[in-house]
C-alpha cells in the first residue's frame, strides 16, 4: 500500500500517534465487551430492523438468489428477497460466519477503524500536512472514528475521508491502483440509497465547478466517479435492474406523504432546519457541531485583519452557506416534496433530504480548515479533544454500554440478550411444536408490542416487519388486520397510511410503543383485531408483550403466558380460534 504522505513505501512503524489512536479506539471498543451477549446495542432503527434481513436470507439460503421469483419465506409472509439489502455487503458476510451479535460487533469495529485510518491519511495528505501534525491528525482522525453513526450502513459516513482521499489522488496526478480499489471497496460497504447516491452527486458538483474553474476537466477523479457508480450498479443489481430495466413489484413507498408525517408551516420547518444544522441527522451522525464554531471563531481571532483573514472568512463562509442550505432544504423537505410529489408521483418513493449524510465529513473540514490558522498548539488540542468528548458523550450506543458496565443500565434499554431473548423464544416454539407437531416453517405468526425482528431472529416466520421496502399490495392487505385500531388513533392510521415502514400489529392503547416490557405489566382492554383476516393471510399466532384483557373479543385464544431469566418481555401466546 503506498504511503499517501511522502510517496515512499508506507509503514505503521513511522506513525506512532497513528498507532495511538488505534489503541485507544480499540480500548474504547472494550465497553462492549460482556458475556453471553449480555451487551448493549442501538434498537431503535437497527437490532429492530437491520439484522433479521440479512439472517434470514442467510438462513433460507437466497443471499445471492436475485432472481425476480425468489420470496424470503420468514419474512412477511414471503418477502421478494430483491426488497432486502444486497448480498455482497460485509455484515451479510459476517453474518454467515459468525452468530448475529458478534458479526455485528466485528463490523462495527471494523467500519469504525475503516474511518479513523481513512480520515487520519486524507489529513496527513491534504488536509494538515506537514511535520509535527501527525498527533492532531490522528486525534482528529479518532474523534471522526467515535462519531455517533449508524455503522450497520457500513461506512456510508465514516468511510466518505477514502473517497475523497482517492478522488483527490487521482486530481493530483496518475494515482495508484489503490485509489481504484477504494472507490470499489466503498461501494460495496455502503448503502448506495443513503449515501452512494448523494456522494456521487456532490463529488460530481465539485469536480464541475473545478473544471469550471481550472478551465479544463481532469478526467481521471471523473473515470474514478465511473468507477464509484459502476460498482454500485454490481452491488445493487436488483435495485438498478428494477429502476432503469423492469420494476419487480409496485413498492409501498409510492404511498409515502411526508408533508402528513411531519408538522407544516414556517416555524416547523425553520426548527428543523436548526436541528439538521446544530445536531444532524441521528443515523448519519448526531452530535453537537460546537467545536467547528468555536475553532472557525477562534481561527478568526487569532488571523490579524487583512487579505489573510478575508480568505479565511470566504472560504468559511462557502462552508457554512452550503451546510445551511443543506439544513434549511432538509428542514422544510416534507413540504417542499408536498407540491412536487403531485406533478411527478414517483418522488414520494425517494427521500432526498439524506443530502444530510454528507454534513459530518462538512462539519470536519470546517474543523479542519479552522485550525490550518490556529498556531497555538494549547487551542488546538483543545478542540480535537471537544470534538472526542461530543463523540463519544453522544455516541448512545457506547455511552449505555460505559452505564451497563456500571450497572445503571435503564429498564427500558435491554441488552441484545435480554432483547433477543432465545431462551424465552425457544421455549415458546418447543411447546408449540409438542402440542401441534408443526415447526415455525407450518405456521406463521405477528407481533403485538416488541418489534417481529425479535422473532424472525428466533426462528419463527412472521407475517408483519419494519422494511424500507415491500409491496403495495401486502401493506393494503395486512392494514386490514388492524384497521379497527387505526380508525381509534388518528396517530397511528397517519403512521401506517402516509408511511408503513412499520407493518406492525398496532394496538391504540399501546401507542407506539414497541417495546413493551415485562414490567410494569400492560393490559390491552379492547383490542380490534381482525382475527379472520389474519387467518386468511397465513397466521396462526399471536405473540403479544401485552395481555388481552378479553382475547375472545378479538377472535383469539390463550395457549400461554412465558417469561425466563434475565428475558426483557413477558409473552402471552394467543391462537386464532
Not at 501527525?134 to 471522526?144: R, S, V
Not at 400461554?560 to 418481555?569: E, I, S
Amino acid at each position: 500500500m503506498p504511503d499517501y504522505t511522502t510517496g515512499k513505501s508506507f509503514r505503521l512503524s513511522a506513525f506512532p500517534p497513528l498507532l495511538w489512536a488505534i489503541a485507544l479506539l480499540l480500548t474504547l471498543s472494550l465497553a462492549y465487551a460482556a458475556p453471553s451477549g449480555a451487551t448493549y446495542i442501538l434498537i431503535d432503527d437497527n437490532l429492530d430492523t437491520e439484522l433479521a434481513p440479512p439472517y434470514a436470507l442467510l438462513q433460507e439460503g437466497k443471499t445471492l438468489d436475485y432472481r425476480a421469483t425468489t420470496r424470503v419465506e420468514r419474512l412477511m409472509n414471503g418477502l421478494p428477497r430483491n426488497a432486502l439489502r444486497p448480498g455482497l455487503q460485509p455484515l451479510v458476510g459476517l453474518m454467515a460466519l459468525f452468530p448475529p451479535l458478534q458479526a455485528y460487533l466485528l463490523h462495527e469495529l471494523l467500519v469504525r477503524l475503516a474511518g479513523l485510518l481513512g480520515m487520519y491519511l486524507l489529513l496527513r495528505r491534504y488536509g494538515l500536512p506537514g511535520p509535527g501534525r501527525a498527533t492532531l491528525c490522528a486525534g482528529l482522525a479518532l474523534a471522526w472514528a467515535v462519531l455517533p453513526t449508524y455503522t450497520a450502513y457500513g461506512v456510508s459516513v465514516l468511510g466518505q475521508p477514502w473517497v475523497a482521499l482517492a478522488l483527490l489522488n487521482l486530481r493530483r496526478g496518475p494515482g495508484h491502483w489503490s485509489d481504484w480499489l477504494l472507490l470499489v471497496a466503498f461501494a460495496f460497504w455502503s448503502s448506495l440509497v443513503l449515501a452512494g447516491v448523494f456522494v456521487l452527486a456532490a463529488a460530481g458538483l465539485l469536480l464541475a465547478l473545478d473544471a469550471g474553474h481550472r478551465r479544463r476537466v481532469a478526467w481521471r477523479p471523473v473515470l474514478g466517479l465511473l468507477v464509484l457508480g459502476l460498482s454500485y450498479a454490481v452491488v445493487e443489481y436488483p435495485l438498478v435492474y428494477s429502476l432503469l430495466v423492469q420494476r419487480q413489484f409496485v413498492p409501498h413507498r409510492l404511498e409515502f406523504d411526508y408533508a402528513r408525517l411531519a408538522p407544516g408551516g414556517v416555524g416547523a420547518g425553520l426548527a428543523g432546519a436548526g436541528r439538521y444544522l446544530l445536531l444532524g441527522q441521528y443515523h448519519a451522525g448526531l452530535f453537537l457541531r460546537a467545536a467547528p464554531l468555536l475553532a472557525a471563531g477562534l481561527a478568526l481571532a487569532y488571523v490579524p485583519a487583512g487579505p489573510a483573514r478575508r480568505r479565511l472568512l470566504r472560504k468559511l463562509l462557502v462552508g457554512l452557506s452550503v451546510l445551511a442550505g443543506v439544513a434549511l432544504f432538509c428542514g422544510f423537505y416534507p413540504q417542499l416534496i408536498e407540491a412536487l410529489q403531485q406533478l411527478v408521483p414517483p418522488l414520494r418513493a425517494f427521500n432526498l433530504s439524506r443530502f444530510h449524510f454528507l454534513t459530518p465529513l462538512l462539519w470536519f473540514g470546517i474543523l479542519v480548515l479552522s485550525l490550518r490558522y490556529i498556531p497555538a498548539p494549547g487551542p488546538r488540542a483543545a478542540l480535537v479533544g471537544l470534538q472526542l468528548l461530543i463523540g463519544l458523550g453522544m455516541n448512545t450506543e457506547w455511552t449505555l454500554n460505559i452505564r451497563r458496565l456500571l450497572g445503571r443500565l435503564p429498564a427500558t434499554e435491554p441488552t441484545y440478550a435480554a432483547y433477543v431473548a432465545p431462551a424465552l423464544f425457544g421455549h415458546i416454539r418447543q411447546d408449540i411444536l409438542a402440542r401441534t407437531g408443526q415447526r415455525p416453517a407450518q405456521y406463521r405468526v405477528a407481533c403485538l408490542g416488541f418489534a417481529p425482528a425479535v422473532a424472525s431472529l428466533n426462528g419463527f416466520y412472521t407475517l408483519d416487519g419494519y422494511q424500507n421496502n415491500y409491496p403495495l399490495p401486502y401493506k393494503h392487505q395486512f392494514r386490514t388486520l388492524i384497521a379497527g385500531e387505526l380508525a381509534k388513533s388518528p396517530g397511528l392510521r397517519t403512521y401506517y397510511d402516509a408511511w408503513g415502514n412499520r407493518c406492525y400489529l398496532f394496538s391504540a392503547e399501546l401507542g407506539k410503543n414497541f417495546r413493551v416490557g415485562a414490567l410494569p405489566e400492560r393490559v390491552v382492554s379492547h383490542w380490534a383485531f381482525d382475527a379472520r383476516a389474519f387467518r386468511r393471510l397465513g397466521g396462526r399466532y399471536v405473540l403479544s408483550a401485552a395481555r388481552l384483557l378479553r382475547p375472545e373479543g378479538s377472535g383469539l385464544q390463550l395457549r400461554g403466558r412465558y417469561t425466563a431469566p434475565g428475558a426483557y418481555w413477558r409473552i402471552w401466546v394467543y391462537e386464532v380460534r
